[in-house]
């Protein structure tokens, strides 16, 4: 099944500032996914990452607040920009395509603490 | 847009104890899995389920697609078994976005 790594595992950021998200994986993917987790919370989409052309948000989410990159078939960026508190999240990069073609796997996931 | 509701949201039992996780989805799908959510964040996937019945071990999963839920069994749990466990189900027929459900926390106590 797919590897992805994520980088940063977690940081503690300033309100005001951006920080970009990687995703890498150690191979070609179709399909590319960023999910949001609030503390307690279940997992939210926030888009599709689509290779070579704009991301696809889901309702709630918008390109200016978090857009995403996706250069190729195995790495993409999410940046959080000028965040709040209430964006302290665990944010987590999946890929379609583990042990079978329709099975979600997920990074370990980017804990962003904001103050 | 569908809607997966699980049951129970928190259950905490003895270690070697069984245990039954339900998840409700409000309408067909294609698509169904199971997570794991360790303490520490990572998701281990448990099973793709859509229809039918699996098995992993101490673990077993069925899906009853025609009425909408599925069930995910924990036999002799164990204190690792801890976490809380997500049923997602895919939102819309060909887009593998998968909507999660409430999740249930489990703790297992030794």
């Known amino acids: 099944s797919a590897v992805i790594s994520q980088k940063p595992s977690r940081d503690i950021c300033q309100r005001g500032t951006s920080l970009t998200i990687q995703c890498q994986v150690d191979s070609q993917v179709t399909m590319m996914f960023w999910y949001r987790q609030q503390p307690g919370q279940s997992l939210t989409l926030i888009a599709t990452?689509?290779?070579?052309?704009?991301?696809?948000?889901e309702s709630g989410f918008v390109i200016d607040k978090f857009p995403i990159s996706r250069p190729n078939l195995t790495f993409s960026t999410l940046t959080v920009s000028n965040m709040s508190p209430e964006d302290s999240s665990i944010y987590l990069c999946?890929?379609?395509?583990?042990?079978?073609?329709?099975?979600?796997?997920f990074g370990a996931g980017s804990r962003l603490t904001v103050l | 847009g569908i809607q997966v509701e699980q049951s129970p949201p928190d259950l905490i039992l003895q270690e070697g104890a069984n245990s039954t996780l339900r998840c409700n989805f409000s309408?067909?799908?294609?698509?169904l899995q199971w997570f794991h959510q360790n303490p520490w964040g990572q998701l281990i996937n448990l099973f793709y389920?859509?229809?039918g019945t699996k098995q992993n071990g101490r673990l077993s999963a069925t899906t009853v697609a025609t009425e909408r839920y599925s069930l995910l069994y924990i036999s002799s749990s164990q204190t690792t078994d801890s976490g809380v466990y997500f049923c997602?189900?895919?939102?819309?027929?060909?887009?593998?976005?998968?909507?999660f459900g409430t999740g249930t926390r489990l703790k297992v106590l030794a």
């Open positions: 389920i859509p229809s």
């Open positions: 997602a189900v895919e939102g819309d027929a060909g887009t593998y976005k998968y909507i």
């Open positions: 999946s890929v379609l395509g583990g042990s079978g073609a329709n099975v979600l796997t």
């Open positions: 990452a689509n290779q070579g052309s704009e991301a696809t948000y």
């Open positions: 309408d067909s799908v294609n698509n």
